[in-house]
């Protein structure tokens, strides 16, 4: 085997509606598509982030099994529970498999475990979610081996949430952004303010300093052209200089949802257009 790299990939998952009259105009709320991604030498392994639900994470183990190798550690990219509550069935397929993320991001994801947050959480998916979550463990140090290769892991500050990191393997020119970068997916700016956005521009900027040729989003639209790293970091520096014009031309969350469907009318999951319009213009008729 030589150092390769493949991608699971989950379609967007149905999810009940808090945003008024989305349904109506829209179609049923979804949560984003979400990868993980597996990077593989000599039969070595390293996953990165595992999806959501039950069923999802038992789909992702059958399909690393499929690939002949056994991941020593699953890296978390951030504390996001999305990206993460598959751990236990993860866990299950590959015992000796490692959890881990950067130590800094530890707090907050045991905090998106608690049981206030898991409520929410099993708002959006009654019944399918692990009953017993873990959080990661913290990694010592910065890089990972993969067979005879290895991922160096970055922290990048706040993006869509803070303790956010990427995955850069520089001898595949792969970076595995987890929420850094969004491919062609509208991105999650619910609850953000000027100075988050300043940060995952500052944040973008850090991916594309590494000169990677591609990169797998942690949210990827299933009909994107491709993984190209330079336009989806393009791409994403676009999205929030837009949103962040649009917003200020915006009293009411309907204006700034039409310019930025007007801008982007071919991205993956709107509701979380529509969620972050609500919640920075309030729900104003």
């Not at 990165?48 to 550690?73: M, N, T, Y």
């Not at 099993?122 to 019944?127: L, N």
């Not at 994107?224 to 031309?249: H, M, N, S, V, W």
């Amino acid at each position: 085997m030589t150092l390769a790299f493949d991608v699971f990939t989950v379609n967007p998952r149905p999810i009940p509606s808090a945003v008024p009259g989305f349904e109506d105009a829209v179609g049923p709320a979804t949560w984003p598509p979400s990868t993980s991604t597996l990077i593989s030498d000599d039969g070595d392994a390293l996953l990165v982030d595992c999806l959501i639900r039950e069923q999802d994470a038992r789909d992702l183990a059958a399909w690393v099994k499929s690939h002949g190798c056994a991941p020593g550690f699953v890296y978390i990219t951030h504390p996001h529970a999305d990206h993460f509550l598959g751990l236990p069935e993860i866990m299950a397929a590959f015992p000796e498999a490692r959890p881990v993320a950067l130590a800094e991001s530890i707090p907050a994801a045991q905090e998106q475990i608690s049981p206030g947050y898991m409520q929410v959480w099993g708002g959006f998916f009654p019944g399918q979610l692990t009953a017993k979550p873990v959080a990661p463990e913290p990694l010592a140090g910065t890089t990972i081996p993969v067979g005879s290769s290895a991922a160096t892991l970055i922290p990048v500050g706040t993006t869509d949430t803070g303790h956010s990191s990427i995955v850069h393997v520089p001898d595949l020119s792969l970076v595995v952004s987890g929420d850094a970068v969004y491919n062609q997916t509208h991105m999650w700016l619910s609850g953000s303010t000027p100075d988050s956005r300043a940060s995952w521009l500052r944040a973008l900027d850090t991916v594309a300093g590494l000169g990677a040729d591609t990169l797998i989003a942690g949210h990827r639209n299933p009909l994107a052209a491709d993984d190209d790293a330079r336009r989806q970091i393009g791409d994403c520096r676009r999205y929030i200089a837009d949103f962040e014009t649009a917003l200020a031309r915006s009293s009411v969350p309907a204006e700034l949802i039409n310019q930025m469907t007007a801008a982007y009318p071919d991205f993956a999951n709107p509701y979380t257009l529509w969620v972050a319009a609500y919640d920075l213009l309030g729900a104003k008729a």
